[in-house]
């Protein structure tokens, strides 16, 4: 069974960082993509970054380099390092991955960026 765990979420003020972390289980994460994802209210799901099992990255357009997508095979844990951060980024951001077939979620952490 796929367990994705997010971590790492919280309250911040304009301007600061998190760093969120997805532990993983039931899969070969050597062998999987990892991705983060965020939905805020009111809004879709999107796209934060992607990393490659060999760890290409890509982002969505509004990270502006402020964020950065890892992964630690060893730990079997994917990480998503915010720096920056502005009230647009308020959200609940998922972990994702392939596997099995099909979509594999984690249940969500809250990031809200607020003074």
């Known amino acids: 069974q796929v367990r994705l765990a997010e971590y790492g979420g919280g309250l911040v003020h304009p301007g600061g960082s998190l760093k969120l972390s997805c532990s993983t289980s039931?899969?070969?994460?050597?062998?999987?993509?990892m991705a983060w994802y965020r939905q805020a209210p009111g809004k879709e799901r999107e796209l934060v970054a992607h990393?490659?099992?060999?760890?290409?990255?890509n982002y969505g357009e509004f990270v502006k380099g402020r964020f950065t997508i890892s992964r630690d095979w060893p730990r079997s844990t994917a990480y998503l390092q915010m720096n920056s951060l502005e009230p647009e980024d308020t959200a609940v951001y998922y972990c994702?991955?392939?596997?099995?077939?099909?979509?594999?979620w984690g249940r969500g952490t809250q990031v809200t960026v607020s003074s």
């Open positions: 994702w991955t392939w596997y099995y077939g099909r979509d594999n």
């Open positions: 990393i490659s099992a060999g760890g290409d990255t």
């Open positions: 039931g899969i070969n994460f050597k062998i999987s993509a």
